[in-house]
């Protein structure tokens, strides 16, 4: 019985090591990615193509699974747990990256972009790698920049032409203080406040609106509680593909090649279906009754912006050379 249960034990351990060290070769690497849009949605369909060419690439050595409609968390909560590794990879507007990475915040600079089409050369050139570089700083890999368009005002009590009309507006704004300083500029009350949380306080009149892009006004049916959409298009904020450094590190690198190139030809998807979705929302929007007006001189919302560039220069000198890489871009 000695003898047996010494070699019962014996084996049994020899089987324990041989599991434990096996089990990192073994066993697939199972990821987890944040993203807060709902599951038909331009970026949703980007990063599950992401995901499904990582896979099928590494032969299923890399797994994993795309979680919507924010069920990781808040947006400012999801970029932190991405930067500490508890989540693998997301997909992050700009916006909020801002209190985490100060580079980000160039781009949630009121019309610093001449337009789209601008602003897709710039991140896919210098301006965009002087973003790349900041966000590696803060344990953020950028795979590449998905598009979401320009936001504008919309509201519950009627259309925007001018700044005037904002006066005492009280506006839903991402987390971020440039943002509070941009609403102020114009005259209206901003609210930092969840994503998640805009339908109701619209609703129960706790703001009068908010600021989106037509497929994130659409898709979260804010136009039901807020029927009047006036083309402001005061930002035009990149959003990132975003894959932690901690999990970014653990990869051959084969892999991170492969990840790479998932990255891009996701992203390159994603704008294609993001330019068909924001005409197939207005058509939707139009079509619920919803009073879209077009803001014939948008000078005087652009003029406005001053003090907020000011303040924000004054308040971060370091990031001048950024701000002016992206002015000047061509
Ligand atoms: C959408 C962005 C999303 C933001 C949201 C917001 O895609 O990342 O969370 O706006 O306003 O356009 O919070």
Do not use: C
Not at 109 to 123: N, T, Y
Not at 130 to 138: D, R
Not at 168 to 188: E, Q, T
Request: proline share 5%; charged share 20%.
């Amino acid at each position: 019985m000695g003898i047996k249960g010494f070699g019962a034990t014996a084996l049994a351990s020899a089987l324990a090591f041989a599991v434990v060290v096996a089990a990192p070769a073994a066993e697939a690497k199972d990821w987890r990615g944040w993203n807060i849009h709902v599951e038909d949605y331009p970026v949703s369909h980007g990063m599950e193509a992401f995901m499904a060419e990582v896979t099928e690439k590494t032969n299923g050595e890399i797994k994993g699974k795309v979680f919507h409609q924010g069920v990781l968390g808040s947006q400012p909560d999801a970029i932190e747990q991405t930067r500490l590794g508890i989540i693998d990879f997301g997909e992050f507007s700009l916006g909020p990256m801002g209190q985490a990475v100060p580079e980000a915040n160039v781009v949630s600079l009121p019309f610093i972009f001449k337009s789209i089409d601008q602003m897709h050369r710039a991140m896919d050139g210098a301006p965009g790698e002087a973003l790349s570089a900041g966000l590696e700083k803060k344990g953020l890999i950028a795979l590449g920049y998905y598009d979401a368009g320009a936001r504008s005002f919309y509201n519950s009590k009627g259309p925007i032409n001018t700044p005037a009309d904002m006066e005492g507006m009280k506006v839903r704004v991402m987390n971020n203080d440039l943002f509070v300083d941009m609403i102020a500029a114009l005259g209206g009350n901003a609210t930092p406040m969840a994503f998640a949380e805009v339908y109701q306080s619209i609703k129960t009149n706790v703001v009068d609106g908010a600021e989106n892009n037509p497929p994130s006004y659409e898709s979260t049916a804010h136009h039901e509680v807020a029927p009047y959409f006036s083309f402001s298009e005061h930002l035009i904020i990149p959003e990132v593909l975003a894959i932690s450094k901690k999990t970014w590190d653990t990869l051959t690198p084969e892999q991170q090649e492969i990840v790479k190139t998932a990255g891009k030809n996701s992203t390159m998807l994603q704008r294609e279906l993001w330019k068909e979705r924001e005409t197939a929302s207005l058509e939707t929007v139009k079509a619920a009754g919803v009073q879209v007006n077009m803001i014939e001189d948008k000078g005087p919302f652009q003029e406005a912006m001053a003090p907020v560039y000011e303040k924000f220069l004054a308040a971060n000198p370091e990031m001048t050379e950024i701000v002016e890489l992206f002015q000047n871009f061509e």
